[in-house]
């Protein structure tokens, strides 16, 4: 159960959006789930692309119905496809609430486009990944069709363990590439790109050939390949991963569909990218969380958890659900924080009226916990705080920590250790 529960964080504090990374080495696989503060839309992952030279289908954005349709005849295409943007996955199965099964549809009439888009736009769209209300779409996407005749899978990413980027490849694509690398890992391949001289040409055409692309499409590939990498670097990314990069029947390479992974500390310079980002199907309090540089994610439980470093935060929703509580809420801290953010820590918690209790459990390293200690007592006094509060301490300017504490008055019952600090919270819920 304990278990469960950190992987239960684990999983909706990552869910931004992510995908997991190959890295190969030796033909053993890697799994690392980035952490992804920027959302894209599909749409505008493949204009960034569109404006690298990369192939993509032909498409336009519409906001309306009567858009829509426009946009269709405008495409003058032999098949249309209509895509519900939303930021989760699973949208082709998904339903909306307006009745329509589908956020992906295919036809050849431009009048059908503007019909499904109707019952599309300012509906929820329910799928396996959103909240169990959906998510409404504000936006389509309406491109051209074209038919794929082979499917492979590419990605470049950053491999701490070779200093740089890499790139990854396999002649299966269209499905989930961890499947592929635990049934036919030698259908996967790995090219190291050096930092310094970037992409060589050779490599890319390696690549292009290691995917299946034969004659003039290896060429065609690798040219790809190559502009791509040319984003990565361009966009600051993280990860460009493609699947499928696709081949016609009429003999072109094709990005049918793309994920970009950004690197936040790039912010700086990249505000035309940044600027894109779709906060609407963000959560509020995550949103608020993430201006004071605080990563939360709200749980089902009642005793909220104020922990410094992501591995602490999971090990006390463990123990928590351990003693027969359950978290509220997976709230890291990091490790530069200030007193400032301790209060606003405070008011993101109070502000959940599920919680009945709050844990703090801090182990000072680089925090130091006379900093915590005096954040606490001035947000317990200025919040008015209504619910038990069970402080653990340990580590870097302890001792003054908990002489603040004990000084201040206020009703804090001090743990020894996060057991029993876990215990003493389960307790306060239950008097």
Same mark, same amino acid.
């Given at each position: 159960?304990?278990?469960?529960?950190?992987?239960?964080?684990?999983?909706?504090?990552?869910?931004?959006?992510?995908?997991?990374?190959?890295?190969?080495?030796?033909?053993?696989?890697?799994?690392?789930?980035?952490?992804?503060?920027?959302?894209?839309?599909?749409?505008?992952?493949?204009?960034?692309?569109?404006?690298?030279?990369?192939?993509?289908?032909?498409?336009?954005?519409?906001?309306? %119905?009567?858009?829509?349709?426009?946009?269709?005849?405008?495409?003058?295409?032999?098949?249309?496809?209509?895509?519900?943007?939303? @930021?989760?996955?699973?949208?082709?199965?998904?339903?909306?609430?307006?009745? @329509?099964?589908?956020?992906?549809?295919?036809?050849?009439?431009?009048?059908?486009?503007?019909?499904?888009?109707?019952?599309?736009?300012?509906?929820?769209?329910?799928?396996?990944?959103?909240?169990?209300?959906?998510?409404?779409?504000?936006?389509?996407?309406?491109?051209?069709?074209?038919?794929?005749?082979?499917?492979?899978?590419?990605?470049? @990413?950053?491999?701490?363990?070779?200093?740089?980027?890499?790139?990854?490849?396999?002649?299966?694509?269209?499905?989930?590439?961890?499947?592929?690398?635990?049934?036919?890992?030698?259908?996967?391949?790995?090219?190291?790109?050096?930092?310094?001289?970037?992409?060589?040409?050779?490599?890319?055409?390696?690549?292009? %050939?290691?995917?299946?692309?034969?004659?003039?499409?290896?060429?065609?590939?690798?040219?790809?390949?190559?502009?791509?990498?040319?984003?990565?670097?361009?966009?600051?990314?993280?990860?460009?991963?493609?699947?499928?990069?696709?081949?016609?029947?009429?003999?072109?390479?094709?990005?049918?569909?793309?994920?970009?992974?950004?690197?936040?500390?790039?912010?700086?310079?990249?505000?035309?990218?940044?600027?894109?980002?779709?906060?609407?199907?963000?959560?509020?309090?995550?949103?608020?969380?993430?201006?004071?540089?605080?990563?939360?994610?709200?749980?089902?439980?009642?005793?909220?958890?104020?922990?410094?470093?992501?591995?602490?935060?999971?090990?006390?929703?463990?123990?928590?659900?351990?003693?027969?509580?359950?978290?509220?809420?997976?709230?890291?801290?990091?490790?530069?924080?200030?007193?400032?953010?301790?209060?606003?820590?405070?008011?993101?918690?109070?502000?959940?009226?599920?919680?009945?209790?709050?844990?703090?459990?801090?182990?000072?390293?680089?925090?130091?916990?006379?900093?915590?200690?005096?954040?606490?007592?001035?947000?317990?006094?200025?919040?008015? @705080?209504?619910?038990?509060?069970?402080?653990?301490?340990?580590?870097?300017?302890?001792?003054?920590?908990?002489?603040?504490?004990?000084?201040?008055?206020?009703?804090?019952?001090?743990?020894?250790?996060?057991?029993?600090?876990?215990?003493?919270?389960?307790?306060?819920?239950?008097?």
């Amino acid at each position: 159960m304990a278990a469960s529960m950190a992987s239960q964080a684990a999983v909706r504090g990552l869910r931004t959006t992510a995908t997991k990374h190959v890295l190969l080495d030796k033909l053993k696989c890697s799994w690392l789930t980035p952490r992804r503060w920027l959302n894209l839309q599909e749409y505008q992952s493949k204009k960034l692309m569109q404006d690298s030279g990369v192939a993509v289908q032909r498409f336009y954005v519409a906001d309306t %119905a009567s858009e829509a349709q426009e946009a269709a005849k405008r495409l003058n295409a032999k098949e249309i496809v209509l895509k519900a943007q939303i @930021l989760a996955g699973g949208r082709g199965k998904g339903v909306f609430d307006s009745g @329509l099964k589908g956020g992906v549809h295919l036809t050849k009439d431009p009048a059908v486009v503007g019909e499904l888009a109707k019952k599309m736009l300012g509906f929820n769209l329910i799928t396996k990944q959103t909240p169990k209300d959906g998510v409404k779409v504000k936006t389509v996407m309406v491109a051209e069709a074209l038919d794929i005749s082979r499917e492979t899978y590419f990605a470049i @990413l950053m491999d701490r363990a070779c200093n740089g980027p890499v790139m990854v490849g396999s002649p299966q694509g269209g499905m989930d590439i961890e499947e592929v690398a635990a049934t036919t890992p030698e259908l996967i391949f790995k090219e190291v790109i050096d930092i310094y001289k970037g992409m060589q040409d050779d490599q890319a055409l390696r690549m292009a %050939a290691n995917l299946g692309f034969k004659g003039p499409l290896q060429r065609q590939a690798a040219d790809q390949i190559k502009r791509l990498y040319d984003l990565f670097l361009k966009v600051d990314a993280t990860q460009v991963e493609v699947n499928p990069l696709g081949e016609t029947p009429e003999g072109q390479v094709v990005c049918f569909d793309a994920k970009i992974n950004f690197d936040d500390n790039a912010e700086f310079r990249q505000k035309d990218v940044f600027a894109m980002d779709d906060m609407t199907e963000s959560d509020a309090m995550e949103m608020e969380a993430a201006k004071w540089d605080l990563k939360y994610i709200g749980m089902d439980g009642n005793i909220a958890c104020f922990v410094n470093g992501a591995g602490l935060a999971m090990a006390t929703c463990d123990i928590i659900d351990l003693h027969g509580g359950k978290p509220a809420n997976f709230l890291d801290l990091g490790g530069g924080v200030k007193e400032r953010q301790v209060y606003e820590a405070f008011k993101l918690l109070t502000a959940d009226p599920k919680v009945e209790a709050i844990l703090v459990n801090i182990f000072g390293g680089i925090v130091n916990c006379a900093i915590i200690a005096n954040g606490i007592t001035k947000a317990c006094r200025e919040l008015e @705080l209504k619910v038990p509060l069970v402080v653990r301490l340990e580590g870097t300017n302890v001792h003054e920590a908990k002489r603040i504490l004990t000084e201040s008055g206020l009703p804090i019952t001090a743990a020894d250790n996060l057991d029993d600090a876990a215990k003493k919270a389960v307790a306060a819920i239950r008097k």
